[in-house]
């Protein structure tokens, strides 16, 4: 993975201004640049829940030549078409694949989809954005690094909380010491639906935790054990516990959930120096440094000694500078398209986590057993 640098979006827009064949005044009398042929024509296929979110971004930056929006149901391309007018639209992938002008694909659709669009429009020569997961397999997933390692294409995944000023700060926190010797992180995603129809919750919403986890520690974990239940449909867990150990003793809690009645999005990362809590629902201050924890007397004389002191300091709250994550991730994938660097999620970080998730499935199906993480080769 790259640096955690933030993106500079703004960097990327000047570029289209200076690329652009000069400002048109529109008839609103509003100063825009001319299309950029320079800039990447980009297609977003699935305009569910979150599709339309990309077009979006992809219209504001206006870092892109063209965007194509494609879903195979009406009613969600003319939704798309009523918001955002000048894109256009169609039914069929293949015309998108056909289209030489596109050269960057957003995969929107459902996880059970993923590979099989991924994998054709990398075989047409495009650059793909996958949407998290990478793949529903460790195989499918080194496949496709595989496949646009051969095509000489970008390959990215949307971890979209890498992208995230919160994310990106605490591991900054981390990498400084400040908190110390990393204990353990404890993560809750959980709140009431969006059942997924082809994926069990874990595969849902863990990917989030897990993707910000090994990013935050820098490191792989090597085995897992995940236990889960379903209520609803039969073999879709809608409930499900996952702990991930790492070497030196450094554990990993991650509770997900449909079916809770509150939407809660909380880390707790516990360090030997200081402890952090990360609450993606608040408004504002969504990190919290709490300068506590515990020591433990080395010599003590008499029994009344042996006991641990615990230390109450205060609670430190970084300045963030926050924009939607989402632009953020949009502006890396054209960046990315457009010079061949590597992006922060690439092909390798989606695959290490659809590892995990694979590993962490035989368990939830083996009644939660230890399962050794085997982390597929391209
Ligand atoms: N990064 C995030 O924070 C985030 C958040 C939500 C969802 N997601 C991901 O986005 C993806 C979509 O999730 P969703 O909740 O929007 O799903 P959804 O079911 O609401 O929408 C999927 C859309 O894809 C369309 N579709 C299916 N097959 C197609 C095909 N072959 N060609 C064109 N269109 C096709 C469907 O008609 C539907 O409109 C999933 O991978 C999900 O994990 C990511």
Redesign the pocket.
Same mark, same amino acid.
């Given at each position: 993975m790259n640096d955690s640098d933030h993106i500079d979006q703004r960097h990327l827009c000047e570029k289209s201004l200076t690329y652009g064949e000069g400002p048109m005044v529109s008839s609103n009398g509003v100063v825009r640049s001319a299309p950029d042929t320079r800039l990447p024509g980009v297609a977003v296929? &699935?305009?569910?829940?979150?599709?339309p979110n990309w077009v979006r971004n992809f219209q504001q930056l206006q870092c892109a030549h063209r965007v194509i929006a494609?879903?195979?149901?009406a009613r969600?391309r003319n939704h798309v078409k009523q918001l955002h007018p000048s894109v256009e639209t169609t039914a069929s992938?293949d015309d998108v694949l056909r289209d030489s002008e596109v050269e960057g694909v957003v995969i929107?659709?459902?996880?059970s989809?993923?590979y099989r669009?991924a994998r054709m429009a990398l075989e047409s020569g495009k650059s793909v954005l996958v949407?998290?997961?990478l793949a529903t397999s460790r195989q499918e997933a080194a496949e496709l690094v595989r496949l646009a390692q051969v095509r000489k294409r970008t390959l990215m995944v &949307?971890h979209?909380f890498l992208y995230s000023a919160p994310v990106l700060k605490t591991r900054e926190i981390i990498q400084s010491g400040e908190l110390g010797e990393i204990f353990y992180i404890s993560s809750v995603r959980a709140n009431l639906g969006?059942f997924?129809?082809d994926v069990n919750v874990a595969w849902?919403l863990a990917t989030?935790d897990i993707s910000i986890i090994l990013w935050l520690l820098d490191r792989l974990p090597h085995s897992v054990t995940c236990q889960g239940q379903s209520h609803y449909r039969s073999d879709v867990e809608d409930v499900a516990l996952l702990t991930l150990h790492f070497s030196g003793k450094v554990i990993a809690f991650i509770h997900v959930s449909w079916l809770d009645p509150n939407k809660i999005r909380r880390t707790t990362i516990v360090g030997s120096r200081k402890m952090l809590v990360y609450d993606d629902t608040a408004s504002q201050e969504k990190l919290r440094i709490y300068d506590r924890g515990v020591s433990m007397q080395r010599y003590y004389d008499t029994f009344g000694e042996f006991q641990f002191s615990y230390r109450y300091g205060d609670i430190l709250i970084p300045r963030l500078d926050e924009s939607e994550p989402l632009q953020q991730e949009c502006a890396h994938f054209v960046d990315c398209i457009r010079t061949g660097s590597q992006p922060r999620t690439d092909g390798v970080n989606g695959l290490q986590v659809v590892s995990v998730l694979e590993a962490a499935n035989l368990s939830m199906r083996d009644s939660g057993r230890m399962m050794p993480i085997k982390y597929g080769t391209v």
């Open positions: 296929v &699935g305009l569910g829940y979150w599709g494609c879903d195979l149901d969600r992938f929107a659709t459902p996880v989809t993923h669009l949407e998290k997961p &949307g979209t969006l997924q129809h849902d989030h």
